[in-house]
């Protein structure tokens, strides 16, 4: 689906027709025809569409002659999550600039473009490509940010969880945050990387204007912040889940000691009994009416003081 928006009276609205300086947003469904017309129609390079639907593209931007790609990774909710999956995964966004449009397009239908439909950014304009494209990256650090805080506060939850019973469901979610972490540490290190490379080639020419500049260094900053806590995150997830299995481990050493001790004092109790059985003429006991009573409390006595022995040692 490709719609058209401008800003008109304050608001972003969608219009039919493609006006100079207007937004184009890509979003599925579409097909490969739709968008082989669209770039002959606007002649754009359809690599440049092609290679934003890519969800394991990286980072980067291309410059041709009339046209300019940035390719920016964001987080989304992972639709398909099961077990072994991912809660969030990161997809590319693509972004073409042209002399008298801005493009945008993905393989998803991103949240991300929310805040800018409901018109909740200050001076937001699709005609000024260069504070849009700014402000775009802005709010992809932000979005980074609230679904960190998101997994922060799920993980905490969890490990309130795990600390009155370890159960595998807590533990695969755990596993799931991680794997989440994982795809935000890279996508936030190759987002960094892109923005240091446009700012040094000055790709949007916009070196001599100050405020442009200032915030171009504000949303590096606020990236690197994000790094830095998907960083303190992953580390802190991968010390607690170490933390459970060597608990867990512990656990189940102790669980296998005791019950090995058990063994071996009720093995007394058997041990006198299987003597008992022996076909010999002569056992202690064996003529008196009190035998039977006899053995079973010398059997119990046994085990007690055996069980006395492991206590003072404690491994009870």
């Known amino acids: 689906m ?41 002649e754009i390079e359809y690599d440049f569409l092609i290679d934003s639907l890519d969800v394991d593209e990286r980072s980067r931007y291309e410059r041709e002659e009339l046209h300019r790609l940035i390719l920016v990774n964001t987080p989304v909710l992972n639709d398909a999550e099961k077990e072994n999956q991912a809660v969030y995964i990161t997809v590319p966004v693509g972004i073409v600039l042209t002399a008298d449009h801005i493009i945008t397009i993905s393989a998803v239908e991103n949240p991300l473009f929310k805040v800018f439909f409901e018109n909740r950014l200050k001076n937001f304009n699709p005609s000024n490509h260069e504070l849009f494209l700014l402000q775009l990256f802005e709010q992809v650090v932000f979005r980074f940010l609230a679904c960190l805080k998101k997994l922060n506060l799920k993980r905490n939850m969890i490990e309130e969880e795990l600390y009155n019973s370890s159960r595998t469901v807590d533990l695969k ?15 936030l290190s190759s987002n960094e990387l892109l923005k240091l490379k446009m700012k040094r080639t000055d790709l949007l020419d916009i070196r001599e204007d100050e405020d442009m500049t200032d915030l171009f260094e504000d949303v590096i900053i606020d990236n690197g912040q994000a790094l830095e806590m998907a960083n303190v995150h992953t580390n802190i997830l991968s010390s607690t889940m170490e933390a459970y299995a060597a608990i ?14 058990v063994t071996i004092i009720l093995m007394v109790p058997t041990l006198v009994a299987s003597y008992y059985g022996m076909n010999f003429d002569w056992l202690p006991f064996k003529g008196s009416q009190y035998g039977f009573v006899g053995v079973i409390l010398i059997s119990i006595l046994l085990s007690l003081i055996l069980a006395w022995f492991f206590r003072s040692r404690k491994l009870f």
């Open 173 to 187: 979610a755990l596993l799931q945050i991680e794997k989440s972490l994982v795809y935000f540490v890279n996508s």
């Open 248 to 261: 867990i481990s512990n656990n189940l050493n102790n669980v296998i000691q005791r019950l090995t001790l």
């Open 2 to 42: 490709i719609t058209n928006y401008i800003k008109e009276d304050g608001k972003i609205i969608a219009i039919s027709d493609r006006k100079p300086g207007c937004w184009i947003n890509i979003v599925p469904p579409f097909g490969a025809e739709e968008l082989k017309s669209f770039s002959e129609e606007l």
